[in-house]
């Protein structure tokens, strides 16, 4: 009889230890969805932000485009790199940095058009006028970028090569810019206590064509000397979304 009782009770500890095993894999089992749905959740509203900052910035490019063409002034965009393209055929003489005439009255189209459209997207600098489109999305950085064709360019007084062409051009260009227009010096995005400018100036030289056809190909050429304005938007903030991820976990 004792033989018996000890039998069954090592039975019973035995379906109880399965049990417990059973119930703790059940539970790792809940914790696995609850974390997968908790990523799944992260990405979803990561990626929608990033598309929503890509959707106004192509936005922001046509309205670019749009106001220079009804002034006469012909540029291309490429809205999935961000890039408003003019070619530097309107700004600038074979080899020379300065702005020709008709090339300074271009920039100060672009300069209106800027002034126009960007204080609806930048936290600092202006105040946002009332006609400006409800988006949270905003501009973190504008780069006038100077590009050239691949032919060595033999130099000029300080100037020695193509990069240096390019960094005066686009320089020059920034300048022109601001001098026109002062308030787009004045554009800035906050980054904690300090409010960093949002135009800015880089020069790549042949480093960036645009165009891969024949090096010694006119069309080629043409196409790879220019001025790019380039778009950066603000990313989303990781931190922001992972606790707005738990808030929304937490209450179900």
């Known amino acids: 009889m004792i033989a018996e009782h000890a039998d069954e009770t090592e039975v019973v500890e035995e ?16 914790v696995f969805i ?8 992260q990405f979803r509203d990561v990626t929608e932000e990033l598309s929503g900052a890509d959707r ?7 309205q670019l485009q ?3 063409h009804e002034k006469g002034v012909e540029v291309s965009i490429d809205t999935q790199n961000g890039v408003l393209r003019l070619p530097d055929s309107i700004l600038f003489d074979s080899a020379r940095a300065e702005l020709k005439p008709e090339g300074h009255a271009a920039v100060g189209h672009l300069a209106e058009a800027l002034r126009d459209v960007l204080p609806c997207y930048v936290d600092g600098g202006a105040p946002r006028a009332p006609t400006c489109p409800k988006t949270n999305h905003r501009i973190e950085s504008i780069y006038v ?9 033999a130099g000029s007084g300080a100037l020695k090569d193509n990069w240096d062409l390019s960094v005066v051009r686009a320089t020059n260009t920034y300048r022109a810019l601001t001098e026109i227009k002062p308030e787009l010096g004045a554009l800035c995005v906050d980054k904690g206590p300090r ?7 880089s020069g790549y ?3 960036r064509p645009v165009s891969m056809g024949p090096a010694n190909d006119e069309a080629t050429k043409r196409l790879n000397r220019r001025i790019d304005v380039r778009l950066i938007m603000v990313t989303p903030d990781a931190g922001a979304s992972v ?6 976990l937490d209450k179900r």
Do not use: W
């Not at 106004?56 to 046509?62: N, V």
């Not at 409010?195 to 100036?201: A, H, K, S």
């Open 15 to 30: 379906e109880n230890y399965f049990v417990s095993m059973t119930d703790m894999m059940v539970g790792l089992v809940f």
């Open 34 to 41: 609850i974390l997968l749905m908790y990523f799944a959740l």
């Open 56 to 62: 106004t910035r192509a936005q922001i490019l046509k």
């Open 66 to 68: 749009q106001s220079l």
């Open 145 to 153: 970028e100077g590009h050239t064709d691949a032919d060595r360019y």
């Open 195 to 201: 409010c960093e400018p949002v135009l800015n100036v």
């Open 205 to 207: 030289g042949p480093q």
């Open 243 to 248: 606790e707005a991820l738990r808030d929304r």
